[in-house]
């Protein structure tokens, strides 16, 4: 009751100044104060404050000194300015703060507010920061904020906030920065944009916004940062964009913007650092003006349609960081196609090249060792690149990720890589390299990834590579390594993610030391020449979920420590020569998705719980002394009958013989129909 007593005084109160404000009349300082200092302690009745920021806003405190106030200079008693940053502040945002009719800056960026953006905000006539970005406001942007004629920075980035961008938000004409990112914004770029003239920055990236870019931004001459990225923007860049001679950050990647890039872009934007168009639809070529560019820093153009070949002369480029033109038909055939490559190694910056997923054929040029050491990427992957790797790759002592794979490299791996100290991803896979891995692998101990996989490689897997100690993806696989794996691998217990070394002709067996593999979540050494038994140690090996050792000569039976791996999703031990029953303990790997135990040599009971109830989840064709089991693999039970003492003497020897010899080499299908028949009678294969 008094609470409420005193609020509609202090409302009549603020109307009475209000009307006096309007009017011009001098004002006593101390009702002035009084009005701001009602409607803070509204502000913050309304909202809850669980980190006590706004504890010092009490009565022995002037309001002109409680946290995040500030008074004006020429009005001492007035609220100016009300910045609330990460203050753990709950609640709507109160409406009362339209009261504060002083206040030129309002800041409560990144607290928990939620609802909408109080309209009565546009009553701020003088107004001239907003930021409520990092909350979760929800609804529309209020149309009445275009009445704060004086807004000059507004940011409401990453609430929630949905609806259209008011069409008249040109209206507020002194906007210097406007970010309305990440938000689910809707309908299209208001055309009225273009009558914020002195626009410096306009944020709209991260929402749902469609329709094409207004010509009218091409009116914005002061604008430098163009961030539009991630919407559903669609049509040609306005020509009158490219004007734009301030424009240094223009960014509008994943859109649906279609249409070329002007021959002379980088003239008409002299000051461009960033061009981020990647994931649209362009075409054409990248414009010879590129090399015009002194100023560019990132250039990202990927996933589009651009073609021709790459603008040479790019040494003009003294600050180029990072440039990505993956995911295009960027060709190149001769030599004088890859002209660029070499005039990029002067742009001593250059930290990032990636030129993966092109049409890029011909040979490597041997300037790719020019490049300075800031060079840390470079990827040329899934092009028709021909020719051998050049020696003088191994200069690149920065590398951190090195990938030439899917083209049409021959020769050797040269042994100069093991000058890539610093490699972390090394992709070599799907090309026609030969000879041996080189031991210089051993030096490159910094590796996480390494992916040499679908080449004509041979010889033995050199022990150096147990030198690369944190290795966590290996693939060595559909090559021609032969001879024993080393032991030296078995010590990487980084090895994480898969060791894949199948379809090479590795032989010997597997031994003990593979346990100590205990990171490992796939292990797949298929289609070798290993032998010898399944190692007990591989029940240590607790992070497994595949495991696949088929096609190989492993004999022995299926270990019982394979019961530690409760993860194990996908067993595959088919075409080896494992003898011995199926162990009951696969009926209870809850994670077993696929068993395939066909063509080994097992006997006795098929179990019939977990994994064997489900009989496209397992298969054991191909064992033929099985019996029992799941109906479905029409197996003869596990008991021969009694009655069997009661047979025929024909029945009993001249049927098994028949049975065995017919068993041996039988369509499967025909074999378990004659089970059928036999078991009947008590007999079985
Ligand atoms: C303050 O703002 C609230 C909500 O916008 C309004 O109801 C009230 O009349 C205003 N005046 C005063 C003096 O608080
Ligand atoms: C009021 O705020 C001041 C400053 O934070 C503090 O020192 C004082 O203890 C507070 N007084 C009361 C009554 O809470
Ligand atoms: C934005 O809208 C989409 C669909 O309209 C919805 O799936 C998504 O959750 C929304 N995101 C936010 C942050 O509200
Ligand atoms: C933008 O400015 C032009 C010219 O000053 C004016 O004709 C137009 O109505 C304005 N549009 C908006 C939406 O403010
Ligand atoms: C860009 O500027 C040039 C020269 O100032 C002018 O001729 C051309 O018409 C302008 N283009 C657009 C689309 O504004
Ligand atoms: C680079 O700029 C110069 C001077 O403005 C101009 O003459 C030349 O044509 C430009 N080069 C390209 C490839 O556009
Ligand atoms: C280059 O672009 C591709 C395709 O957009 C992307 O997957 C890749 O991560 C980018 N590379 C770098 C280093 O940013
Ligand atoms: C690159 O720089 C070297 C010296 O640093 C210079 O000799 C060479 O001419 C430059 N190449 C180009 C294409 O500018
Ligand atoms: C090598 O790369 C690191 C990390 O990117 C960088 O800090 C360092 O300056 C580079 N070294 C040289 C010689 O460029
Ligand atoms: C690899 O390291 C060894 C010694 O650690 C060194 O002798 C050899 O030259 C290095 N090879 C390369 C290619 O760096
Ligand atoms: C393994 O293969 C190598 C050649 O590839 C051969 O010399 C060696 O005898 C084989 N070892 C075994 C145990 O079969
Ligand atoms: C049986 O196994 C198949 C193959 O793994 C799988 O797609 C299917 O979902 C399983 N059915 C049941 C009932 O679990």
Redo the contacts with the bound molecule.
Sequence with gaps: MKLSSVFSASLLLHDLILLLCVVSVPLPSMADGTVDRLALESFKSMVSDPLGALASWNRTNHVCRWQGVRCGRRHPDRVTALRLLSSGLVGRIPPHVANLTFLQVLRLRDNNFHGQIPPELGRLSRLQGLDLSLNYLEGPIPATLIRCSNLRQVSVRSNLLTGEIPRDVGLLSKMLVFNLAQNNLTGSIPSSLGNMTSLFALFLQSNTLEGSIPESIGNLKSLQLLQIAYNRLSGAIPSSLYNLSSMSIFSVGSNLLEGTLPANMFDTLPSLEMLLMNNNHFQGHIPASLSNASYMGDIELSVNYFTGTVPSHLENLRRLYFINLSDNQLEATDSSDWEFLASLTNCSLL?VLVLGTNNFGGMLPTSLANFS??L?TMTLESNHISGTIPTGIGNLF?LTTLSLSDNHLTGLIPPTIGGLRNLHGLGLSGNRLTGQIPDSIGNLTELNLIYLQDNDLGGRIPESIGNCRRVEEMDLSHNKLSGQIPMQLYSISSLSTYLNLSNNLLNGTLPLQVGNLRNLGALVLAHNKLSGDIPTTLGQCQSLEYLYLHDNSFQGSIPQSLSNLRGLSELDLSNNNISGNIPEFLADLLALQHLNLSYNDLEGNVPNDGVFRNITAFSVIGNNKLCGGNQGLHLPPCHIHSGRKHKSLALEVVIPVISVVLCANMPWEAKSLLMEIYTAMGFFC
């Design positions: 930290h050491s800031s840390n920065n």
